[in-house]
């Protein structure tokens, strides 16, 4: 291994770009030599590729977004443009490859794998659903976000006595909502992991109303409806009236939290080393707060489940 590359691809978390420091730092230290491809797959099969120093990933640390810029590239999704891609690594001299994305950016590496080209796939996605680890980059910082928010719709929901439903990002998993639901003292947290109960939900809203609290915050995965829906639904069947606020791509935006900087400070380093180590195909990840790297197969092959307990828990407290 001399020469490796690193990437940013699908939905961009805060952090990616302290995980981009943290491996051309690493991979600069072990004597390596290191590219950043820019737009993701996209810039792979352009050859959009540039040699970084020690100094191309300064002052990056604390910035939200990408400084590689991501990308979904549907031509990387055929055989012609994995090859055009590989010819590019090739011609450019690159050993290792090593992947900052999401799920969909993971089996776009295992493509580049079973080229022959060695991975290492470093999990950045605000929605919390790669498998094998518990904690992707980005997570933490988007939980924070939509804390936040929910705090301060809580304030006028207060003032105005009203209900709120929040729809919040996660794409088919309900991590986010769920962590947030529960940090931000939601009376309800729905999820796409668990069935919908529309009479449940009304329950608890007349619950709460009943010993005088003067609002209600219910959660919303957006994998489970979209919020339009459900205030139509609990308008219809319950005569409850809602307002409704959807967070969008704000979620996805901002300076990263200490602990995403510390992970993908983790994690970057943690992928270099697995490259040097010969490792050809593998995902970095956190299991009991140690840093792992394990087959990147097993992240399509298992599937892991939300932790309900935390829902059961966010209920208990919420009465
Ligand atoms: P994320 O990585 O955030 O899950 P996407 O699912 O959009 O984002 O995937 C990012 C990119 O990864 C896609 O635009 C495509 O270029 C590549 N990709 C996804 N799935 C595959 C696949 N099965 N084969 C090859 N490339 C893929
Ligand atoms: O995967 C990250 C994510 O923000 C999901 O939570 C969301 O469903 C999706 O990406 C939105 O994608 P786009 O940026 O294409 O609108």
């Given at each position: ?5 690193v990437l940013?691809s699908g939905?961009?978390?805060p952090?990616?770009?302290?995980a981009?420091r943290s ?10 030599e290191?590219?950043g ?8 099969i ?13 002052d990056i640390i604390?910035r939200g977004?990408t400084?590689l810029r991501?990308?979904?590239?549907p ?8 090859e055009?891609a590989?010819?590019?690594l090739k011609?450019h001299?690159i ?6 994305g ?6 776009g590496a295992?493509?580049l794998v079973?080229?022959?080209?060695p ?8 929605d919390?659903?790669i ?5 992707t ?9 939509v804390v936040?928010a929910?705090?301060?719709i809580r304030d ?6 009203r209900?709120?439903?929040?729809e919040?990002m ?7 909502a769920l962590w947030a639901?529960?940090?931000?003292g939601a009376?309800?947290i729905l999820?796409p ?7 449940e939900?009304v329950q ?5 109303t ?7 915050i ?9 919020a339009?829906n459900?205030a139509?639904i ?14 969008g791509h ?5 300076s990263p939290?200490a602990?995403?900087r510390?992970?993908a ?8 080393e697995?490259?040097i180590e ?6 970095i ?6 840093v792992?790297d394990?087959n990147?197969e097993?992240?399509?092959t298992?599937r ?5 307990s935390?829902?059961?828990l966010?209920q208990?407290?919420?009465i």
């Open positions: 291994m001399n020469r490796i590359a940013t939905g961009d978390a952090g990616m770009n302290a981009i491996v051309v730092r690493k991979a600069i230290y072990e004597g390596l290191v590219s491809v820019f737009h993701g797959y996209q810039g792979l352009d050859g959009k590729i540039e040699q970084f120093q020690l100094g191309s990933v300064g604390q977004g400084i991501s990308a979904r590239c031509e990387f999704m055929t055989e012609a443009g994995r055009k590989y010819n590019q011609l001299g050993d290792g490859v090593v992947i900052i999401g799920d969909g950016s993971f089996r295992y493509e079973k080229l022959g080209i991975c290492a796939c470093v999990p950045a996605t605000i919390n659903d498998n094998g680890t518990q904690f980059i980005g997570f933490d910082t988007a939980l924070n976000t936040e929910i705090d301060k006028t929901a207060t003032s105005h006595e209900s709120f439903i929040i919040v996660g794409r088919d998993a309900g991590d986010l639901g529960l940090g931000g009376e309800s999820l992991e668990k069935a919908f109960d529309v009479n939900i608890r809203i007349k619950q709460s009943g010993r005088g609290k003067k609002h209600s219910i959660v919303l995965a957006e994998g489970m409806m979209p339009h459900l139509e609990l308008k219809k069947e319950a005569g409850v009236e809602t307002r409704v606020s959807i967070l704000m979620q996805r935006g901002g939290s602990r995403d510390v992970i400070s983790q994690y970057g380093s943690r992928a270099v697995s490259l010969g490792k050809q195909s593998v995902a990840g956190m299991r009991n707060h140690k792992v394990y990147l097993e992240v399509f298992k892991e489940k939300l932790d309900l935390l829902l059961d966010a208990t407290l919420s």
